[in-house]
């Protein structure tokens, strides 16, 4: 018997692909998880029944949702990932070695513990050897109320806006991010399918200027995720992603990333007339 897993990206559209086993189903106080081993796309994490993470595709959402942030803040010293129990965003972090600490803020401790346990590939940073690294199990918008002025970057790297991750695209939320920013800080946030979550997408940006006098999005192509096409957004108090993005200490990285680089970081802020007219002011 054939055994395969369907994620519907709208009433009448979805992906599919074939399992193996279930490596995984349980639930938390604040959702379901499941770890289901893909023969195309390795194991796969699946938070409320949709894909947060693939063994076989990771690598371009963690290099592009650390890697633009991280070459256009100077001096990155203390970053913030809220989410992201997967470890993937810290690992990528820590490959800066300007970066003095690193800190996870989860919710759901269950996801560290299973990502750690069925997720090696990218859970090695968060295993409690690090010396740079420190995890939270908290509630990320009482985390930051704790710790304002500290970082100089905050990565948001939230589910979609449902159950958990409701706050994590309000107003009240980016707020509280700012202040939690140091002077010239910057937040980068995972911001949807332009293909797909249009209005939320709508929403999200005109929350974020409200806030952040730079605002930007730019793409990265991931497979599993909804239509292929995802975004992010870049908000910053002081440096833009590519006025003030400095290209050549990208290049002389000493550390290989299979997606990011230097004229990717450029391209990906240059998208279609859809997107761009969806999030005009």
């Known amino acids: 018997m054939e055994l395969w897993y369907t994620e519907k990206h709208s009433d009448n559209v979805g992906i599919t692909l074939k399992i193996t086993q279930t490596l995984f189903s349980g639930r938390s106080d604040f959702q379901q998880l499941e770890i289901l081993d893909t023969l195309e796309y390795g194991r796969m994490m699946l938070l409320d029944g949709l894909v947060m993470v693939t063994e076989r595709d990771e690598f371009i959402y963690h290099d592009m949702i650390t890697h633009p942030a991280l070459f256009t803040h100077p001096a990155p010293r203390k970053v913030l990932v809220i989410g992201g ?15 003095e600490l690193a800190v996870l803020c989860e919710i759901d401790g269950l996801v560290i513990e299973k990502s750690l346990e069925f997720l090696p590939s990218m859970s090695s940073a968060i295993n409690g050897e690090h010396p740079r690294v420190k995890l939270h199990v908290d509630d990320g918008l009482a985390y930051i ?15 979609d806006p449902i159950g958990p991750a409701v706050g994590l695209f309000e107003e009240d939320f980016y707020r509280l991010v700012f202040s939690a920013l140091k002077e010239d800080g910057i937040m980068v946030a995972q911001s949807e399918s332009p293909f797909y979550h249009a209005e939320i997408q709508k929403n999200m940006f005109r929350n974020l200027r409200t806030v952040f006098p730079i605002v930007e999005m730019y793409q990265a192509f991931i497979p599993t995720y909804p239509s292929g096409f995802w975004s992010f957004a870049f908000a910053s108090k002081k440096y833009h992603p590519v006025r003030d993005f400095d290209a050549e200490r990208a290049a002389k990285r000493d550390f290989h990333t299979r997606y990011y680089n230097e004229n990717l970081h450029l391209g990906a802020f ?12």
């Open 145 to 159: 109320r704790q710790h304002q002025g500290e970082f100089d970057v905050i990565l948001v790297d939230s589910t």
């Open 270 to 281: 240059m998208l279609p007339t859809f997107a761009v007219e969806n999030i005009a002011e």
């Open 85 to 99: 129990g997967d470890g993937g965003s810290i690992r990528e972090i820590v490959r800066h070695p300007e970066v």
